[in-house]
């Protein structure tokens, strides 16, 4: 079966320090990845998605970058992280081309900007 | 992607029917109608999907109306672990896709 991770779950940074959050996808091939962010009592906004290694498309200009170095690994980075930067980041994980039934969540990962 | 129009929360009483409405007036043809769930500190839960027709799974109920401008998610028997935030979002579901949630509507479910 296939099951998605992801780390940290909770971060503690300064602002202007760096940041990286994995994500890994286990029992699938090729699959679509996504990274989203919820700010505090907001609704989910998509960041980046990625359709294969080394391709990935930003859905809004922003502090953070992301990388697919491996067909199922994808990263979420910055080099200096801003107090906007707080919030509850998930990755996620869709069977790529065809019919889309489920996007499937990691588990998050809480991070505190100070 | 078409937009989705949701009330930002309902109430319930533990064991009744959760009845909670979605406008997609502006839903193409080949768009899915999605619903996820959100209960508080963790990732979005798959619920049920649907084109035109309306679907049941052991979740919940989808009723879609005939000109698909709007739709209904069903709980049939709440329970206060149902209380979370549920989101409607439409897709053209093949292809890439791309989910965008929006702020959904925040289902209590009271004793």
């Known amino acids: 079966s296939q099951t998605i991770h992801q780390w940290p779950a909770t971060l503690v940074q300064p602002v202007g320090s760096p940041l990286s959050l994995e994500c890994t996808v286990e029992?699938?091939?090729?699959?679509?990845l996504y990274w989203y962010r919820q700010a505090a009592g907001r609704g989910l906004q998509l960041l980046f998605y990625?359709?294969?290694?080394?391709?990935i498309s930003s859905e809004v200009p922003q502090n953070l970058s992301a990388s697919r170095p491996q067909d199922r690994q994808f990263i979420l980075s910055s080099k200096k992280l801003l107090l906007s930067d707080s919030g509850f980041y998930l990755c996620?994980?869709?069977?790529?081309?065809?019919?889309?039934?489920?996007?499937?969540f990691g588990e998050g990962s809480r991070l505190t900007v100070l | 992607d078409a937009k989705t129009t949701q009330p930002p929360s309902m109430d319930c009483a533990e064991g009744r029917a959760a009845n909670l409405p979605c406008n997609h007036s502006?839903?193409?043809?080949?768009?899915?109608v999605y619903w996820y769930r959100q209960i508080h500190s963790q990732g979005p839960q798959y619920i049920i999907h649907?084109?035109?027709n309306n679907e049941t799974n052991e979740m919940a109920s989808l009723i879609i109306t005939e000109d698909r401008k709007s739709s209904t998610l069903i709980l049939p028997h709440a329970t206060l672990r149902d209380t979370a935030v549920y989101y409607c979002?439409?897709?053209?579901?093949?292809?890439?896709?791309?989910?965008?949630f929006g702020t959904g509507t925040r289902l209590l479910v009271s004793p």
């Open positions: 996620a994980w869709a069977p790529s081309g065809g019919y889309l039934g489920e996007l499937f």
């Open positions: 029992g699938t091939s090729n699959p679509n």
């Open positions: 990625s359709i294969g290694i080394d391709q």
């Open positions: 502006t839903i193409s043809g080949n768009e899915y």
């Open positions: 649907g084109l035109k």
């Open positions: 979002i439409v897709s053209t579901g093949t292809g890439f896709q791309k989910l965008v």
